[in-house]
Structure formats: C-alpha cells, structure tokens
C-alpha cells in the first residue's frame, strides 16, 4: 500500500512564509511526477506547482516568482515552499504523485490527505 503523508501547513498572516513536506511510503518501484494541489472553499481543485521526475518545474501563474517546489529522491518527499503568501492563498493543499509499482508497471496516481493553509490579512 502506497501512502502519502503531508506535513506543515497552518495560520500565517499575509507576506509571511510556510513549507508544506509529503513523503511518500510503501512499497514502489519509483515515483515519477510530484505535484502540489490546492482546492479553495467553493473552488475546483488546481495544479500548484508540478515537478516531473528529472523535469523542470512549472507553477500556475498566480504563484510564480513566490512559491518553489523541490523533490527529495532519496527520502522519497517532496516540498512546496510558500513565500509572500496571501489571503488568496488560503486552500486545503493536496500532494499528488504518479508512481509505478514495478518496472514498466502501469502508471498510478495517488493523493495526500490535504492540509490546511489559512492566510490571514
């Protein structure tokens, strides 16, 4: 069984900083894609920030230039760093990971539980 636990999250007034950390457990042959989501109140879910397995990093406009996600392969984590938040900012955020079981096995994604980012003004 392959899980995902996120860590980090919570309160932080607007301009401030937060890290957000998942690690990926059980087993797989590999992880591939590792994504940041988040979903606002009312809100769809969207792509934050997305890091292919030995790509380059794209982010949706509204963070760019603020947040940075990085991918740790021997510990099996990735990390979303959020600076200059703001109140627009504020969404349950979700990790998201392709992996395959084997090698050449099919490609499975996976979600995190999602964790709590409130920006306040």
């Known amino acids: 069984q392959v899980q995902l636990v996120e860590s980090g999250g919570g309160l932080v007034q607007a301009g401030g900083s937060l890290g957000l950390s998942c690690l990926a457990s059980?087993?797989?042959?590999?992880?591939?894609?590792m994504a940041w989501y988040r979903q606002a109140p009312g809100k769809e879910r969207e792509l934050v920030a997305h890091?292919?397995?030995?790509?380059?990093?794209n982010f949706t406009d509204s963070v760019k230039g603020r947040f940075t996600i990085s991918r740790d392969n021997a510990k099996n984590t990735v990390s979303l760093q959020m600076n200059n938040l703001k109140a627009e900012d504020t969404a349950v955020y979700y990790c998201?990971?392709?992996?395959?079981?084997?090698?050449?096995?099919?490609?499975?994604?996976?979600w995190g539980q999602g964790t709590q980012v409130t920006v306040s003004t």
């Open positions: 998201f990971v392709l992996f395959q079981r084997s090698p050449g096995g099919a490609f499975e994604r996976i």
């Open positions: 059980g087993r797989f042959f590999t992880l591939n894609a």
């Open positions: 890091l292919p397995s030995g790509g380059i990093a």
